[in-house]
């Protein structure tokens, strides 16, 4: 596809399951971000990919997080034991620039629904 | 504490009428970004700022990224309802350093 994918679209889930996100960004971008947002709220940084370089897992806001980026390309974002406080909109965005002033291309999101 | 500051938080005006937007840290940025996002869609970039004291203009909207590089402004002119969305400012403070964003401003444009 031209944009970035993302799925699912909806999830919803009891507290303590675990859940998988998926991102497939746009082909050819080396950098790929996860954020978090809230209803209405704005865009909270959980963790960037940039190549081969480790990445920047500075946002995650416990160990219950994790990502990965397999072959440069597509990204899982994990929430092991889910709680109500994880429901949130998770959106990925990648950049064909390494830096900053790169713009990012963000998917539609993936809306958790913790109950 | 959030390291950008965005106000108001919501702006509710009638179709025609013009708006200010602010964004304002205490660090200093290398360039900042405005997005606009709607409603089940992800934000999508408006405008890129690197420069101290820059002013681009895109159509009906400005954007200034002050001579410090601290702070930024969205000025819309005679506002219309297809500008209703979310409006994000994102600064990175270093040209190699991930970008954060502010809380946004939610703008609604009445008919």
């Known amino acids: 596809g031209a944009g970035v994918s993302q799925s699912p679209s909806n999830k919803v889930t009891e507290k303590g399951k675990d859940v998988e996100l998926r991102c497939d960004p746009i082909?050819?971008?080396?950098?790929l971000y996860w954020y978090r947002q809230s209803l209405g709220q704005g865009l909270e940084f959980l963790i960037y990919?940039?190549?081969?370089?480790?990445?920047?897992k500075s946002g995650l806001p416990s160990d219950r997080f994790s990502a990965e980026r397999t072959g440069g390309s597509v990204s899982t974002l994990t929430i092991q034991r889910t709680q109500q406080e994880d429901s949130a909109v998770y959106l990925c965005?990648?950049?064909?620039?390494?830096?900053?002033?790169?713009?990012?291309?963000f998917g539609e999101g993936s809306r958790l629904t913790v109950l | 504490t959030q390291l950008l500051e965005q106000s108001p938080q919501f702006l509710s005006i009638q179709e025609g009428e013009n708006l200010t937007v602010y964004c304002n840290s205490s660090?200093?940025?290398?360039?900042l970004q405005w997005y606009r996002q709607e409603p089940g869609e992800g934000p999508v970039l408006l405008v890129t700022?690197?420069?101290?004291?820059e002013v681009k203009k895109l159509k009906r909207l400005t954007f200034q990224f002050g001579d410090a590089r601290k702070d930024s402004s969205l000025h819309i002119t005679a506002a219309q309802t297809g500008d209703t969305g979310l409006y994000l400012c994102?600064?990175?403070?270093?040209?190699?350093?991930?970008?954060?964003f502010g809380e946004g401003t939610q703008l609604t444009v009445n008919p």
């Open positions: 965005a990648s950049s064909f620039f390494p830096s900053a002033a790169g713009e990012l291309f």
């Open positions: 082909s050819g971008h080396t950098a």
């Open positions: 990919f940039q190549g081969n370089s480790a990445p920047d």
């Open positions: 660090s200093v940025f290398s360039s």
């Open positions: 700022v690197v420069t101290g004291g």
């Open positions: 994102a600064g990175a403070q270093t040209s190699g350093s991930r970008l954060t």
